[in-house]
Structure formats: C-alpha cells, structure tokens
C-alpha cells in the first residue's frame, strides 16, 4: 500500500481552487486545515484552552503562555487575533492525522464555522479528493 501524500493548501495559486459546493467536504482531504488559523479570545475561550476570566488579561500575556504551551504560532497584538500552531506537515493542531478529521470539530473556531465564506477565496476551498489505497 503507498502511503498518502496530502499537500497543504496553496493561497498563492487560488486559482487552483474548487468553487464549494454541498458535500464537497464528504470526499475531501482536510486540504483547508492547513491554512493558518486565525483566532480570537472568543475562539480560545471556546476550545478551552483559556478561561472567560483571561478575557480581561492583557492578550500578550495570553500569548505568551498558548504559546509555550504550543498552542498558538504568532500573535498580532495590533488586531489581537491569534494564529494556531500547524503541525510540521503543515496540518492544523487539531486535525487528526490518520483520519483527517477536526479533533475540535463541535468546538471550532469561527474560521473553520465560516470557511469557505470567508478566506483568501470566498466561495472557493482548496479541495483535494480522498485517494484510495493501493
């Protein structure tokens, strides 16, 4: 059996994309769970990685420690959104790698609800179709 190979999502050639359309997401290989995740206190608070009470912490302290924790890769301060660690195959901490499904599915923050509404293409996501096993 050949391993799968499962590239990561390219927004420099979003023309590559496939227009979304119901079920696409049935026969797909996770492709938009390699895009940065950007997220907002509202989102951590949700996934349970940071108690409603830090709302009022300073966000960079926040930071600081999802951070150490490896659970955020970068914080922009001037917008106060947060970008989720990725794996170093480019997936989404959260996604599963042997099934390719959300570990946080019923969690999730809004980028993931909204995609793809929302993100470098609206409309579009960067299918890729499930292979089989040979």
């Known amino acids: 059996?050949?391993?799968?190979?499962?590239?990561?999502?390219?927004?420099?050639?979003?023309?590559?994309?496939a227009r979304y359309s119901n079920g696409l997401c049935a026969d797909c290989q996770a492709t938009c769970c390699t895009l940065p995740v950007e997220v907002r206190i509202d989102d951590l608070i949700?996934?349970?990685v940071v108690d409603a009470f830090e709302r009022e912490e300073p966000?960079?302290?926040?930071?600081?420690?999802?951070?150490?924790?490896?659970?955020?890769?970068?914080?922009?301060?001037?917008?106060?959104?947060?970008?989720?660690?990725?794996?170093?195959?480019?997936?989404?901490?959260?996604?599963?790698?042997?099934?390719?499904l959300c570990t946080v599915y019923a969690k999730r923050p809004d980028t993931c609800r909204n995609h793809p509404k929302i993100g470098p293409r609206p409309g579009y996501c960067a299918y890729q179709q499930k292979t089989t096993a040979r």
């Open 59 to 100: 966000a960079k302290n926040v930071a600081k420690r999802l951070s150490k924790a490896g659970i955020i890769e970068h914080f922009n301060q001037k917008r106060g959104i947060f970008t989720l660690t990725r794996m170093t195959n480019g997936d989404c901490l959260y996604l599963d790698r042997k099934t390719r």
């Open 1 to 17: 059996m050949k391993p799968r190979i499962i590239a990561s999502a390219d927004p420099d050639r979003l023309e590559t994309w």
């Open 46 to 48: 949700r996934l349970e």
